[in-house]
Nanobody, 121 residues
Framework: QVQLVESGGGLVQAGGSLRLSCAAS????????MGWYRQAPGKQRELVAL???????NYADSVKGRFTISRDNAKNTVYLQMNSLKPEDTAVYYC???????????????WGQGTQVAVSS
């Protein structure tokens, strides 16, 4: 069984900060890229940030310079540090990880349940 568990969401005022965490657990052979997506009401789910096994990162233009993605491979955990939050950042944030489980040989996209981030003005 493989699962992703997210934490760190909440309600903050504009200009504040939050740190999201996502830990992968279970029978895992390998973890490849890890990333964060978000979905606001009435909008499509969009990529926020992505990090590869080598540490290469990609960010959405709307968050570049404010958000930082990082990972701790020893803990199978990915983080998203969010600074200078804006009301437009309000969304459900989902962790996604490309994982090869012990029972398989192909890469599978695993998703967390999502954590709510609300930014008030």
């Amino acid at each position: 069984q493989v699962q992703l568990v997210e934490s760190g969401g909440g309600l903050v005022q504009a200009g504040g900060s939050l740190r999201l965490s996502c830990a992968a657990s279970g029978s895992i052979r390998d973890i490849n890229s890890m990333g964060w997506y978000r979905q606001a009401p009435g909008k499509q789910r969009e990529l926020v940030a992505l990090i590869t096994t080598s540490g290469s990162t990609n960010y959405a233009d709307s968050v570049k310079g404010r958000f930082t993605i990082s990972r701790d491979n020893a803990k199978n955990t990915v983080y998203l540090q969010m600074n200078s939050l804006k009301p437009e950042d309000t969304a459900v944030y989902y962790c996604k990880s490309k994982i090869v489980p012990d029972w398989g040989t192909v890469e599978i996209n695993y998703w967390g349940q999502g954590t709510q981030v609300a930014v008030s003005s």
